[in-house]
Every structure is written in C-alpha cells, then in structure tokens.
C-alpha cells in the first residue's frame, strides 16, 4: 500500500514555528486574544474566576505593567514599541524577556490588531551561579534587582508623566480651538440676529411700499373706469397715435368707421381701411404733429354718414408730445336738419318769387 506524499514545506514550516520562531500573541485593540502562536505558557495564564482573554489579565507577574505601557504607545505612535529585560518568575525559575508591540497595518485584514511577541533572552552563566553564593551577595544581589526595578519604576512613572502632560497640552489646544470655534459660532449668530432683523425691517418696508402700490394701481384703475364711461357716454370715437402715427389705443365704436380689431394696435393708421371719404387725413395728422396745430373738418362717409373729425397733439403731464388724439363726432343728425332748413329755406324763397309783383 502507498504512503501518501509528504508535504516537505508543510511539517518544515510547523518545525520552525514551533521551536525557532518566538511566541506571540495577536489580540485586538482592546486587548482580547485572537491567536496564539507558540508555547506562551511562560508569559501568560489564565486568571482565577470567570474566564477571562485579555492579554492584560493573563500576563505574568513582571510583564503585566511594562505590557500595558507598551500596548498604549504602539496604539498611539502606530509604530513597533520594544521593552527589554524584563524578568518574570515561574516557580522558582526566573526569564529574561524581551517585549515588542507593535500594531498591523499590513495587510487589510489585520489593521488595526495588535501583534505582541515574546522573545527569551539567555541568562548569564554567573546569573546561573547566583544560588552558591555567599547569603551576603545574595542578599545584594536583592537589592540590586529591587534597585533595578525601581529604577524601572521611576522610568515609567516619567514617560507616565510626559504621556499626561503632553495629554493636557493636546487637551488644552483643543479646549482653545473649541473656545475660538465658539465664539465665531457666537459672532455668526449675532450676525444672523442682526440679518434677521434687517430683512424683517426691509420687509415692513416693503409691505408698506406694496400697500402704497397697491392703492395707487386701486385708483389708477378707477380713474381708467371713469375714462373709460366718459368717452362711452360721449360717443365719440377716439383714437390715440403714437409718434410715428401707430394706432396705440382705441375707443369702442371705432370699428364703425375704422376696420379695426384689437390686433390692429400698433400699426400705423394708413394701412387701416377706413369709410371716411378723407384720403387726405394721414397727411394732416403728420402736420399736426409737426406744428402743433390742432385740425377740424367735417368729413363724410360712402354711406352717407357726417363726422367732425378733430385732430390734437396728446401732451402727457410733464408737458410732452407723445403723438396725437383723433376724435370723431357723429354729426348726421345735425347735417340731415340743415339740408332740411336749407330746402325749406329754398321752398319759401320760391313761394316769395311767386307772389311778388308781375
């Protein structure tokens, strides 16, 4: 029966992780263990009680303070942070360890992990021999660890001190800025209050000035009613031309003289078919604005019909010539009673001749 293949590259792999490549634990960045790699049982244990995988709550005695101070550097510098010499005791046997921290950001998975590697440091031969010692070496060599840790100590307790006071700096220009973004805020609302209140004051005068508008087009309209029952009570047709002898507005009637129709506004009064027998009137409408002399002649129409037909310059109220007024009376009536005072006229002239002396 075949062996199956041998993965060469596999089991050489795991060879070299588990006695050459140092423990190391991933956690994430609130210290929670994600992955053990190697033999980390010198380093870490579990706590008493409820389970517990923090890093923080598993590190030995020894580790566990310089671990934490390492683990808020690599967080806040993102750079790998190293801590060495550091002893921890297991039993009566006593490491030398060396702590690196460092957080990931290559590659995407693991950013933002944090990978934390313990590396053993050899013991000195003479460490080894500490035990035959003299009791008085013994006991200086005491101090001197005590000594060595205190030392230790007092260096964290500085980098502590330069971590808070560099806080209280970054605490302290971010209260400033806050300050400062404030009192624009501040100042942006007064400008606001200010705006407010004179966009409210603009707009009282605006409805004030709209009032006013609104009552001047009120009796503007009424004085155009009036205007406008004047001249229908009249019945006199009237035409206004422009300068350039346009019709620009006309009465009702007009239509009975004139063929005009509303569309007819704005082109000039020759093009317009009229009944009047007056092929003379654009010719005196064009002097009349030329010398400013008002016309009257009485014109009849093809259907027998009688018109005193006036032309004035229109002088608006500043006193300008703005074109011209034509009006057309209606005389028929008056026409039709002088033919009949003229025939009787001529009747008793006759009866006169008739009667007089042979």
Not at 47 to 69: C, Q, S
Not at 81 to 99: N, P, S, Y
Not at 124 to 152: D, F, H, I, M, N
Not at 317 to 324: N, R, S
């Amino acid at each position: 029966m075949l062996k199956p293949a041998v993965n060469i590259q596999s089991l050489a792999d795991q060879v070299l992780l588990q006695h050459f490549s140092p423990p190391a634990v991933l956690v994430n960045s609130k210290g929670d263990i994600l992955y053990i790699s190697g033999r980390t049982g010198k380093y870490l244990e579990p706590p008493a009680g409820k389970v517990n995988w923090n890093i923080h709550a598993m590190a030995r005695e020894g580790l566990r303070f310089d671990l934490g101070t390492a683990f808020l550097k690599a967080l806040r510098h993102k750079k790998a942070v190293t801590v060495k010499g550091l002893k921890v005791t297991e039993g009566e046997t006593v490491q030398t360890v060396d702590l690196t921290v460092q957080e990931i950001q290559e590659p995407a998975a693991l950013r933002g992990m944090v990978m934390i590697i313990f590396t053993d440091v050899a013991t000195p031969p003479k460490q080894k021999t500490a035990r035959r010692s003299k009791p008085g070496e013994a006991g200086s060599a005491k101090v001197a660890e005590l000594e060595q840790e205190l030392y230790q100590c007092r260096e964290e307790l500085r980098t502590t001190r330069e971590e808070m006071q560099a806080s209280q700096e970054e605490l302290k220009s971010y209260n400033e800025e806050m300050q400062s973004t404030n009192e624009e805020l501040q100042s942006a609302n007064e400008e606001l209050t200010t705006s407010r209140e004179e966009m409210q004051s603009l707009n009282e005068e605006l409805q004030t000035v709209n009032a006013e508008q609104q009552s001047k087009m009120d009796e503007l309209a009424r004085i155009n009613d009036d205007m406008r029952n004047l001249l229908n009570s009249t019945e006199i047709v009237t035409i206004f031309l422009d300068n350039d002898l346009h019709v620009r507005r006309f009465t009702p009637g007009a239509n009975k003289i004139f063929k005009l129709i509303p569309g007819d506004v704005g082109r000039p009064l020759s093009d317009i078919a009229s009944d009047l027998l007056y092929p003379e009137m654009s010719e005196q409408a064009a002097e009349v604005l030329r010398t400013l002399a008002f016309s009257e002649k009485q014109v009849c129409t093809a259907d027998g019909r009688w018109y005193a037909v006036r032309i004035m310059p229109y002088r608006t109220m500043k006193d300008i010539i703005a074109g011209l007024v034509m009006t057309f009376t209606n005389i028929t009536s008056a026409k039709e009673l002088e033919k009949e005072l003229r025939e009787e006229n001529e009747k008793l002239r006759l009866q006169l001749s008739a009667g007089g002396p042979s």
